[in-house]
């Protein structure tokens, strides 16, 4: 009923058709929701914008500055190994000079104190417990002329024909400096040769070879490593590695570390290395073609930076969380006067019209929607008691005085004992007519609790009665039915187009001299469905036309029934709906007759009037 008067209302102010027009399907969702998810939405951008773009460009500068520190770091080590490298050669170089030494090669003849007077001579260059004696771990020489061989040191190489060895073949290729062999894995030393020859007339007479421990080079180094590099080679010309923080690797090649060859920052999946010439400054420097190389961790380079990015994380995350906690607080100051209007509203869509809302808000919106709902409903409420009911009474005694002007029950019973007497003298027309007479006296008999029939109950009705026609005017007139089946389980008011055919046949076909018919068609458009029932009689004379037309026209006459079927559709659909008509005299009549489209299983009042 409330449903009723509030669609009522919105129709006579927005106007029929067009309201029901406007019901289109769209996409909702509530405002709670909507303010969650632009919230997030924009604190998901500023997050975005403030913290993880610049987190990425501040990890390439980080690691930019990174590389260059550590070029210029490498640089600066560099030199100092280059320095260890020269200091060690002069050191080799002044033991080769030494007189008691150049004496013990001048002999021809094997001497007895070679092993003493060479001991003494070295320990003067590398003296015992220093440094330069820790890492000199072997001093050998080989005397050529003599076949003599004295040792220094605790790994003696012991070689039985020295000047067919490695060691001299690498020596002659390099006469006047100490050069670097290889990595000894046997004895984990760096081993070392020098020619030693007469100055006078360059003739060879000794070699010297020298076993060097692997932690000088790494000394050399760590002298100016202020970074705590994990990862460090030093390789020779061959590509070689002499020295490394990482045992494995020694006397591996550079190529196992599968870096490009170039010179230079390189930056790989795991990190950045870096790899630079021994010296760039000294080209007299006799070890320029060794490498030394780098690797830096990535996680190790940017765990700092880390460190830092995640307090800056924590410290977003607490700013987003107290940020999501007032967005909530807030939706909820917003939408919860909302919320309450949807449920007052939903009370009185179930007719409980004693609802009041808070009119005083910190929300002046709210205030003045409460004030209006409130006096929305005392007024539907005043409505729906004073004039509203009233007038549905009214209209419905008057709907059931007009369905029962005539009684049926006498005529019904004795039509049904006129059919069995013809049918026992053998009429059978007069019995077929008796039974489709029979047939609509009891539908309107037991269908007076109904004020709707389906297309299909209404069009057997008029089949019957369109036999009773035949019968009368022996198929002088014909009655066509032009119905789509998908119809025929749609709703209508019930009864409402015999009527109509019954008019067209007695006052513009009946008179007409020769055949007629009528056209009953019905079909659909959108939500209504529109009925056209049209004849080709005799029409009706513009005064008679204009008295129909007149919704205060008399009662009376042939016309009752047509006036009583425009108040029947707009009593249960509005005035939006109902028939017109048309006629030309000597040409026919056409009625067009509009009601809502209803399907079987809807036809209850409450989804009726929703309809409006």
Known sequence: MVQYILIYLKKDLIGGRGFMNQKKFRVTFRIRFFLLAFSFLFLLIISVLLFIIPYALYTQLYISQAEYYCNNFLAQANVGVESALEEFNLKIQEVMDDEDILTMLAHKEPQSDCQYQYQ???????????????????????????????????????????????????ALAYPTRVNWLRYNPENDCLE???????KENYQVTGLMIVRLSTDFLMYSFNVYNTLDIDRLYIADQNEQILCTTE???????????????????????????????????????????????????????????????????????????????????????????????????????????????????????????????????????????SVYKSRLARQEAQLKSLQSQINPHFLFNTLQLISWKAYEYEATPVCDMLGSLSYMLETDLYSDDKNTFTLAEEVEYIRQYSK??????????????????????????????????EN???????????????????????????????????????????????????????????????????????????????????????IYLKIPYIKEGNEDDKNITGRR
């Open 247 to 385: 045992s494995g690797f020694l006397g591996c090649s550079l190529k196992d570390l599968e870096l490009e060859p170039d010179i230079g920052v390189q930056r790989t999946d795991t990190g950045i290395a870096i790899l630079r010439p021994l010296s760039r400054i000294n080209t007299n420097f006799p070890y320029g073609e060794w490498k030394s190389v780098i690797l830096l961790d990535r996680q190790t380079l940017l765990k700092p930076f880390h460190q830092i990015a995640w307090v800056f994380y924590g410290i977003a995350l607490c700013l987003l969380g107290i940020s999501i906690f007032l967005i909530l607080r807030f939706s909820s100051f917003i939408t919860k006067p909302i919320t309450a209007l949807v449920s007052a509203m939903k009370e009185v869509e179930k007719e409980q019209l004693d609802i009041t809302l808070p009119e005083t808000s910190p929300l002046r919106e709210m205030s003045e929607i409460n004030q209006g709902f409130n006096k929305m409903v005392s007024r539907l409420d005043m409505l729906i008691n």
């Open 192 to 198: 070392l040769s020098a020619l030693v020859y007469n």
């Open 504 to 590: 067209s046949i007695t006052h513009g076909l009946a008179p007409k001299p020769s055949p007629g018919q009528v056209c009953l068609s019905v079909r659909r458009e959108g939500l209504d469905i529109n009925i056209t029932i049209q004849d080709d009689g005799s029409g009706i004379r513009s005064g008679i036309l204009q008295t129909i037309k007149q919704p205060s026209a008399s009662q009376g006459g042939h016309h009752i029934a047509l006036n009583n079927i425009q108040d029947r559709i707009h009593l249960l659909y509005g005035n939006a709906y109902g028939f017109t008509i048309e006629s030309q005299l000597n040409e026919g009549t056409t």
């Open 120 to 170: 003494t001579a070295v320990a003067k260059y590398f003296q015992p417990k220093t440094l330069d004696e820790y890492y000199l771990q072997e001093l050998d020489l080989y005397i050529k002329d003599t076949g003599e061989s004295v040792y220094y040191g605790t790994k003696p190489t012991t070689l039985s024909d020295p000047f067919n060895s490695i060691y001299y073949e690498r």
């Open 468 to 501: 009773i026609i035949r019968c009368k005017y022996n198929d002088k007139i014909r009655i066509i039915l032009d119905i789509p089946e998908e119809l025929l389980d749609c709703r209508i008011p019930k009864l409402i187009l015999q009527p109509f055919l």
